[in-house]
């Protein structure tokens, strides 16, 4: 098979070309070859860490950096409190109206002509207190881990129980 002189041309500078891309990558280590410092300069000096790695010197030798540029960075600053709790006081609520359709179905028709009542399990639903806006018109058994008094109330009149968890 015969190659025009166009193919072979192409061919050859093709493989120039991959050639050349290898070996680019060392060209500043060639390039600088009988130059003493390699173009970092004598008196400088290209040397790894000269001031420290990190943060390090901040009240040495960079001082007057940390002292402009990061006021207040070293020392302390008032008391230190142990176990600190980002949020102490989460309680989701849920109110009264809401509470029978937390119950299963399948829970308030096998209790329906009985003396039982459904049990709801908030904390297991997500809510840790039960507040009083709403009508309760059958008895539940409700676990919490608080209640509001007058969702209390009308838990207790309409033949139901509060259970504290």
Known sequence: STQSTWECARDTFCRKMTYRAKSCKKS???KMRGYVSHG???IGKHRKHESGRGNAGGQHH???????????????????HFHWKKNPRYQPTVQLANLLSMVDKEDLKSTRGTEKCPVVDLVSKGYFKLLGMGKLNRG????????????????KAAGGACVLI
């Open 40 to 42: 970092q300069g004598r």
């Open 28 to 30: 500043k280590r060639y």
């Open 62 to 80: 960079h001082r007057i950096m940390m002292d402009k540029y990061h006021p207040g960075y070293f020392g302390k600053v008032g008391m230190r």
């Open 140 to 155: 539940l058994i409700v676990k919490a881990r608080s209640f509001s008094q007058l969702a209390e109330k009308k838990i």
